[in-house]
């Protein structure tokens, strides 16, 4: 088998701190002092009242999903089809787009509870999203006990 990387973040001077965070699986944003906005992706200023006094937070991951794209044709050999991009609403306001994992592809829908979780690849944790049901059973349990039933 072909050893395929897939590609990995490049870190700039205003995402390191994020990216380090998220090789510990923090999720952190910019959180401003003086406004008390968070935003994403980072930035030197806060984007509502260009403040320069700002916080890293850790998010809570919690958010509903926006919208979504589901891919069936390959664009990268690293990136067997189907899968799933969202762009997932965080409880604290920020849109952050991630990859969306789960086996259950058809019964994504925008507007759909989804939590952070870590898409682990080398030596980094990419932030990725997981649909969460009322029952607060994850998606790929809920697949096993489906498997199980039927099986
Ligand atoms: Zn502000």
Not at 40 to 67: I, K, M, N, V, Y
Not at 94 to 109: A, E, K, M, N, S
Not at 119 to 130: C, K, L, M, V, Y
Request: contains cysteine.
């Amino acid at each position: 088998m072909t050893d395929i990387r897939r590609p990995v973040p490049r870190p700039s001077p205003e995402t390191t701190e994020f990216w380090e965070a998220c090789r510990q699986e923090r999720f952190q944003m910019p959180q401003c002092r003086d406004c008390g906005s968070f935003w994403f992706p980072p930035s030197a200023f806060c984007p509502q009242c260009w403040s320069l006094h700002w916080d890293w937070r850790e998010a809570s991951g919690s958010g509903q999903l926006h919208t979504f794209v589901i891919f069936r044709r390959q664009y990268h050999p690293a990136f067997p089809t189907p899968y799933a991009l969202g762009v997932a609403q965080l409880e604290e306001g920020p849109r952050v787009l991630g990859r969306i994992l789960t086996d259950g592809l058809d019964r994504l829908h925008v507007g759909l509870q989804v939590k952070l979780v870590w898409d682990h690849t080398g030596e980094w944790n990419i932030p990725a999203f997981q649909p969460v049901y009322d029952s607060g059973i994850e998606e790929p349990k809920v697949m096993g006990i489906l498997k199980k039933l039927s099986g």
